[in-house]
């Protein structure tokens, strides 16, 4: 299921984690994975130098490939495609194993998931149920808990599992502090069980937390004029040394992030929270998750926008939060 997502720009589909590319619901993380070949055989094959295969000269591979490539061949592709090269320790193993693990946990709840880079790194979003409301029954503000999952073939990215925080008004992936989970990869039930119970409960905190700042934030007034003073300081128009001039380039990219912090105001003075420091949060990380990250590249975006979410790396947010003292 697309969705289109307004922008400053005039709206169009574009690789946001929390739009395009989710399911319209949630379903099985491995059937997911089939359906947006996620999952596909991997191959391999010894590495050759003019004619020869350098081979292990002793220990437990001793007569193995020094190194061998791990590619995949579709029926319909002409050329393989090189995922990495390896030595010969190295598992040839795809993301499977991962995505049960991690669908075993939580059935059923898988609501995106995309391969990156044919199949050389995939990400995933799970959603664990509980919403929250920050505001008024008549006017509810609505918080969703996820987790955002993900790994890679060519060691780009580690096997990793992240909280975060979605907003259900703007379809903004909130994040408040660098929230890492660890998942054991085991088929034992009990083992699982814990598991989810270790993660429910750290994803849990992480919405509570998130939750009372979202509160005290919405108790803080925040006006356009107070916004307009920290875009001023914390995004301020680029200049350039005496006598020469600011880059075309620079200048365009400055001006398209100001078109995007202004834009994201608007929304917010239409929605639940208009005039607080919470509206003016929200507004921020929107332009920075969604509009700093954008690229011609849809998968190049959402890698930006997963690195976003697993570093916690929102510069701009973190001033806006510092600024009103949450």
């Known amino acids: 299921m697309s969705i289109i ?8 589909e574009y690789g946001m984690i929390e739009s395009e590319h989710r399911f319209g619901g949630q379903m099985n993380a491995v059937d997911a994975a089939i359906d947006n070949g996620v999952l596909f055989k991997v ?6 130098i003019k004619g020869q295969i350098p081979e292990v000269k002793s220990g437990k591979y001793k007569g193995e490939p020094e190194r061998k490539v791990l590619y995949r061949q579709d029926n319909d592709w002409e050329d393989p495609m090189i995922l990495n090269v390896v030595p010969p320790q190295h ?17 059923n709840s898988c609501t995106a998931m995309r ?15 509980d919403v929250y409301n920050v505001a008024s029954p008549d006017y509810p503000d609505w918080l969703q ?9 060519d060691g780009t990215w580690p096997t990793f599992m992240s909280s975060y925080v979605g907003r259900l008004f703007c ?28 993660v429910l409960a750290k994803a849990g905190q992480h919405a509570e937390m998130f939750n009372r700042m979202a509160g005290a934030m919405r108790r803080i007034l925040f006006t356009y004029a107070q916004y307009q003073s920290f875009l001023r300081t914390f995004l301020p128009e680029p200049t350039a040394p005496e006598g020469e001039e600011v880059s075309t380039r620079t200048m365009n990219a400055w001006e398209e992030k100001m078109k995007a912090v202004k834009y994201y105001w608007q929304v917010e003075d239409d929605g639940p ?12 990380q929107s ?26 790396d929102t510069p701009l947010t973190h001033r806006m939060r510092e600024l009103v003292g949450v």
């Open 273 to 284: 929270a208009a005039g607080t420091a919470w509206a003016a949060w929200n507004a921020i």
């Open 43 to 48: 191959h391999s094959m010894p590495i050759e």
């Open 287 to 312: 332009a920075e998750t969604h509009d700093f990250t954008r690229s011609s590249s849809t998968d190049l975006q959402i890698r930006k926008q997963v690195d976003q979410i697993r570093d916690n």
């Open 91 to 107: 598992p040839e193993s795809n993301h499977q194993q991962w995505i049960e693990t991690v669908e075993a946990a939580f059935p």
């Open 145 to 153: 808990s996820n987790l955002l999952i993900g790994g890679s073939l």
């Open 171 to 198: 379809s903004n992936q909130c994040t408040a502090e660098n929230t890492k989970i660890k998942l054991r990869r085991t088929t034992n039930h009990d083992q699982i069980l814990l598991d989810r119970s270790l």
């Open 115 to 129: 391969p990156l880079d044919n199949g050389k790194r995939f990400m995933a979003t799970f959603e664990l149920g």
């Open 5 to 12: 997502s307004p922008t400053p720009y005039g709206g169009g």
